[in-house]
């Protein structure tokens, strides 16, 4: 019955575009992907017995308590090793050198990252490669520690234990897949000595941040791509802050930001920005007023589980 429901997409589409204002997310950003939600949105209308989509709305003025299950359904990860590699290379090349240098200059023994949104683990351990077996060698006293963040508990379980299957490292040189894996299993596992730096934690980068200045910022994906534009704007914002001067924020290379920031200075790498030095601790104000259009208050999540 279920497989019926998942035929009628315009339906679904009148929902989501009905539902994702609701949840602070964009449609817009949803367009290419929202038959993979539609699919989990028909599974759960069986769960709850519940006629069509129609029904499922009724369900969630009713139940406020669905909508954090509805927002679980809307959580896109596509995720492998050097995922856009042309971004990784100009990291390796020239943005971690930079930053290194820079570090070494201040005095410090340790850079700082953050990956935002970071899935089952390949971008955060795509730059424990990238420095440990590409830049390490040239700094020897110089480390590098990668806080790793997600809302999902459960793709944060599978990021610790670094275990992947062969098409998620289709991208990973060969030389250093065999010096950084081992087979197990049909699949390939990180070994501890570079997963010793990644940090993961259950964090949800429309509330908080984690504390300190990074370095070097990964998000994305996700803010750029799926939230509205409220969400988007109070995002750069905390990026911006947590942002390191000098420093160097690194967004999907599709994406843009929201508004100008006088802070971040765009590279020749779409979707590569760099924190102006001389920048303060807020990283400069984030201008631009909100346009007109209708007001849609966003509905407060809870966090929900479906078995």
């Not at 009724?58 to 896109?76: T, Y």
């Not at 390191?244 to 200075?265: D, F, H, Q």
């Amino acid at each position: 019955m279920a497989a019926s429901r998942e035929t009628q997409p315009a339906t679904c589409r009148e929902l989501l575009q009905w539902a994702l204002p609701r949840l602070g997310l964009a449609w817009p950003g949803f367009r290419r992907v929202h038959r993979q939600v539609c699919k989990r949105i028909g599974r759960r209308l069986a769960q709850l017995h519940l006629a069509d989509v129609a029904a499922y709305r009724a369900f969630l003025l009713e139940k406020p308590a669905e909508w954090g299950v509805l927002e679980s359904f809307c959580r896109i990860s596509i995720s492998r090793f050097f995922r856009d590699k042309p971004v990784f290379d100009r990291l390796g090349e020239d943005i971690l050198p930079r930053l290194a240098d820079r570090a070494v200059r201040d005095g410090r023994d340790r850079l700082l990252a953050w990956s935002a949104g970071c899935a089952s683990g390949e971008e955060p351990y795509s730059l424990a490669l990238l420095w440990h077996l590409g830049r390490a060698a040239r700094y020897p006293g110089l480390g590098l520690s990668v806080v790793a963040t997600d809302v999902d508990w459960r793709l944060l379980e599978r990021a610790r234990r670094g275990r992947y299957r062969p098409g998620s490292l289709r991208e990973v040189p060969a030389n250093w897949r065999s010096r950084a894996f081992q087979a197990r299993n049909g699949e390939f596992e990180l070994k501890e000595e570079l997963r010793d730096c990644v940090e993961f934690a259950e964090q949800d980068i429309r509330c908080k941040t984690p504390p300190g200045l990074f370095d070097l910022i990964l998000c994305r994906n996700l803010a750029f791509t799926y939230f509205d534009e409220v969400g988007r704007r109070a995002t750069l914002a905390r990026l911006v802050a947590a942002l390191r001067p000098g420093g160097a924020l690194v967004i999907g290379r599709k994406e843009t930001l929201p508004e100008p920031c006088a802070a971040l200075a765009a590279t020749a790498t779409p979707g590569v920005y760099m924190k102006a030095a001389n920048a303060d601790s807020r990283g400069g104000a984030v201008r631009g007023v909100f346009g007109g259009g209708e007001v849609i208050e966003p509905i407060e999540i809870v966090a929900a589980t479906v078995s």
